[in-house]
């Protein structure tokens, strides 16, 4: 139910965004032949703030291929490298960002939903996973696999050049795994991990 709600307000962002682009983008406006155009975004990600004890920090980097459909919408899909507790996985992921400025500080929000791409096998400690913290139980895993991934935003981009931009934001992360126990191979766990953290990205 998260993944439409998310992927429906990015379809409504860029309806929005593609029906307001000729007035925002009028033939006056300095920057009226630059505001749109494919582009990319990269970003550095560190989650390390843990919404509950017992979730994991993770590390990600992502480039964010996408259309400047305005001065005010960008949007794309993306793929990236994420790293939590050791477990590596791929996100691939539908991005949009909406700007609420086009001068040289830009307040923007932004939203990442897709799959976590990715899993590991073999005689995994569950303890690796963190879900009960100081008190997890001692047994083990046969796989640990990525399922759906969700990343907010809301921070602010810095202007280096008409299209090159310097962005520092929040981030709330998101991601379900399903784990599978050794002992009960038949009934696998789905085990949800919220963290928040900092972001630095690249936009041109």
């Known amino acids: 139910m998260k993944r439409f709600t998310f992927l429906v307000l990015l379809m409504s962002f860029i309806t929005a965004s593609i029906a307001q682009g000729p007035s925002r983008c009028a033939p006056g406006d300095s920057m009226a032949a630059k505001c749109t ?3 990319m975004q990269a970003d550095l990600n560190y989650n390390f703030i ?7 920090a993770n590390f990600h980097i992502a480039v964010m291929p996408g259309y400047h459909f305005c001065h005010y ?20 992921f539908a ?28 005689t995994i400690d569950y303890n690796r996973i963190n879900n009960g913290g100081e008190n997890a139980p001692v047994w083990y895993l046969s796989e640990v696999k990525g399922v759906y991934y969700i990343q907010p935003a809301i921070g602010v981009k ?18 379900l795994t399903k784990v599978t126990p050794t002992l009960d191979p038949t009934n ?13 990205g690249y936009e041109f």
Request: net charge positive; aromatic share 12%.
């Open 95 to 122: 991005h949009g960002t909406i700007n609420f400025s086009k001068g040289k500080v830009i307040p923007f929000v932004q939203a990442k939903v897709g799959l976590m791409l990715g899993s590991e096998k073999g």
């Open 37 to 39: 155009g494919f582009g």
């Open 188 to 200: 696998p766990l789905n085990i949800k991990n919220g963290t928040m953290g900092l972001k630095i």
């Open 73 to 92: 919408f960008f949007a794309g899909v993306g793929v990236g490298y994420a790293n939590y507790n050791g477990f590596n996985f791929v996100p691939l």
């Open 158 to 175: 810095f202007r280096i050049k008409e299209r090159n931009l310097l962005t520092v934001a929040l981030t709330l992360d998101g991601m």
């Open 50 to 56: 843990k919404l509950k004890s017992t979730e994991m």
